[in-house]
């Protein structure tokens, strides 16, 4: 599911898909991809995974649909990068950029030059023919966030009308919203402050929501305006995200009866 890495896990042990997604990481970390606090980053989001049961959630499928929907309608679509899911998804990533018409962007916590450039060629590596947000490109400031996180390109998520932000921290997409983006966010952990401000939430892990992503864009490419403007409209986020809740509490009161 996830991209090969250079270790060797047996296929058959039972956790294999969640140790080859920590040895991508590791070695993402190793190559200055993934900042330290993104391997702490992921580990949140293994823990929530855990809870769901690893699988997407029939809310998360839903909000996919919206969001691809919601993509493809946009007139400047971006989608931010940031060094887990350029070490997790850079060919999948570029995928869904290509087949729903989004321009890519590097968005880092924590910025340096080198970060930039190793997530910049892993994307061209993959196929990107423009990657965004790279050095001086970065020149645009959102006001509401302090620090070097608040950099981001005029041609990108500044200017965007919609932005697909995964793996978020919540001031950015507090802010993101402020600017008047429609936000969607990927992100297991429904409680985080991005899952609860974004304007189409998708809790699911990134390695079973952006390949479905990039099935669903191919089908609805071809579906009406008229109709994804209806998918989109239709959706409730909140009613959504009260679902994936009631989803993980129904899932754990059930593994608990079973222990009785
Ligand atoms: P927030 O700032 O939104 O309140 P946070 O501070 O708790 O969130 P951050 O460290 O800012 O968390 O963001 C990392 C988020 O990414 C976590 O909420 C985690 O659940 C999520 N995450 C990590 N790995 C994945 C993954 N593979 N797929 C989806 N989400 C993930
Ligand atoms: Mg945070």
Do not use: W
Request: hydrophobic letters at 45%.
């Amino acid at each position: 599911m996830v991209q090969e890495t250079k270790f060797s896990i047996p296929r058959a042990h039972p956790r294999y898909e969640s140790l080859k997604m920590r040895e991508l990481l590791i070695d993402g970390a190793d190559q200055g991809i993934v900042a330290t606090s993104g391997l702490i980053a992921h580990g949140r989001g293994e823990a929530f995974d855990y809870l769901i049961g690893e699988r997407s959630l029939r809310n998360a499928i839903e909000a996919e649909k919206v969001a691809v929907a919601s993509l493809l309608l946009a007139k400047l679509p971006v989608i931010s990068v940031n060094g887990n899911l350029a070490s997790l998804m850079a060919n999948v990533t570029v995928n869904l950029a290509e087949v729903t018409g989004s321009l890519i962007e590097v968005n880092l916590f924590y910025r340096s030059r080198a970060r930039e450039l190793a997530i910049e060629r892993v994307l061209k590596q993959s196929g990107a023919k423009r990657v965004l947000g790279i050095g001086s490109n970065a020149s645009r400031i959102i006001s509401e966030i302090s620090s070097e996180r608040r950099r981001v390109d005029p041609d990108g998520l500044f200017s965007c009308d919609v932005a697909l932000i995964p793996l978020e921290d919540g001031d950015r997409a507090t802010a993101l919203r402020k600017m008047g983006k429609q936000v969607i966010s990927i992100d297991l952990n429904p409680l985080s402050r991005t899952s609860q401000v974004a304007s189409i939430s998708i809790v699911d892990n990134i390695v079973r929501a952006f390949p479905r992503m990039v099935r669903i864009a191919k089908q609805l490419k071809s579906v009406p305006a008229s109709e994804l403007e209806a998918l989109v409209s239709r959706f409730d986020n909140q009613r959504n995200l009260a679902g994936i809740l009631e989803a993980i509490a129904s899932r754990l009161t059930r593994l608990g009866e079973n222990h009785q």
